[in-house]
């Protein structure tokens, strides 16, 4: 049993938090959103504190999610300011390689300890306690704490050193997304020209096309439903930060940069808040029809 920490409690956060109860673990809680925390420790367990730094202070090894960087730096810096030396923070987030960094050396200046490690999964892999994490930072540390990922996800991949982890992330989300924008456009061609949709997946799933994304968000296309696993926002946020890191490092993106553009019509149309599978709508508006499937 360990006296961990967790903020950070949305879609991912709260189960992945849960799940470290659910361990045996101490586990001291902070959400920015009012009522979360004390939600989970009532149901749960746990300890819900008032601030991240009284959740540092509780903790030795602390974790947190959320959406982007400028919510990471806040977090990571409040907690700084409650954290012993010898404390390990681990941002769950995904955020900027480069300003991941930066923590890092603020981290380091305290001697706190810090590791990026982003998780990929969504909400299923979440509740299941079945996440990838994809970790930069000292390798010792890692292996230090590895027990306390173990909870929440069970492919934990070392990357490296400082922000190599995002870099990971974000490689893992360029391929998800560029496939997903690929499937938007086959389906609504193929079904535009009279294929039927579930006749068309069943093609793919038997041909070199096959995808795991495709085979697992499909029939959520087929069903209208665009209830929210990972936000069109959320990506297209991520689809920015591999154009950033493609920038610094000199590598062109084009397929990327067109897909960015096809997210940001997504949310331009009012579907940023539903899952990315929900981009498909952009194309059926322009084309008039649906992708669907039979009615059972």
């Not at 390689?97 to 981290?107: H, N, T």
């Not at 590791?115 to 890692?142: H, I, Q, W, Y």
């Not at 050193?161 to 992330?169: D, S, T, V, W």
């Not at 890191?245 to 009012?270: D, H, K, N, Y």
């Amino acid at each position: 049993m360990a006296n961990l920490g967790f903020l950070g409690l949305g879609i991912m956060g709260y189960p992945m938090a849960r799940n470290l109860i659910d361990a045996g673990h101490n586990v001291a809680i902070w959400s920015h959103s009012a009522g979360k925390a004390e939600k989970l420790a009532s149901e749960k367990g746990g300890k819900a504190y008032g601030t991240p730094a009284e959740v540092a202070a509780n903790a030795d090894c602390i974790f947190y999610c959320v959406g982007d960087s400028a919510m990471s730096s806040e977090l990571c810096h409040q907690l700084l300011e409650g954290a012993k030396p010898g404390t390990v923070i681990v941002d769950a987030s995904t955020i900027s390689p480069s300003d991941s960094r930066k923590l890092g050396e603020a981290c380091k200046a305290k001697g706190v300890h810090f590791l990026d490690a982003p998780c990929t999964g969504s909400r299923p892999g979440a509740e299941s306690g079945n996440l990838t994490f994809m970790v930069g930072g000292d390798k010792e540390v890692f292996e230090r704490v590895k027990p306390y990922f173990e909870p929440m996800g069970k492919k934990l991949y070392y990357c490296g050193g400082p922000g190599l982890g995002l870099h990971a992330k974000l490689t893992q989300n360029l391929v998800l997304s560029n496939l997903l924008n690929a499937f938007n456009e086959g389906l609504v061609l193929s079904t535009k020209a009279g294929v039927d949709p579930e006749l068309m997946l069943d093609i793919l799933d038997n041909s070199a096309a096959k995808s795991g994304l495709i085979s697992f968000k499909a029939p959520y296309v087929f069903r209208r439903d665009f209830s929210t696993n990972f936000s069109v926002k959320w990506m297209h946020k991520d689809i920015g930060l591999m154009l950033e890191s493609s920038a610094e490092l000199g590598v062109p993106l084009p397929l990327t940069s067109l897909t960015r553009q096809m997210f940001q019509a997504a949310i331009a149309t009012g579907h940023g808040e539903e899952d990315i599978c929900s981009t498909i709508k952009v194309l059926e508006g322009m084309v008039g029809i649906e992708v669907k499937g039979k009615e059972k």
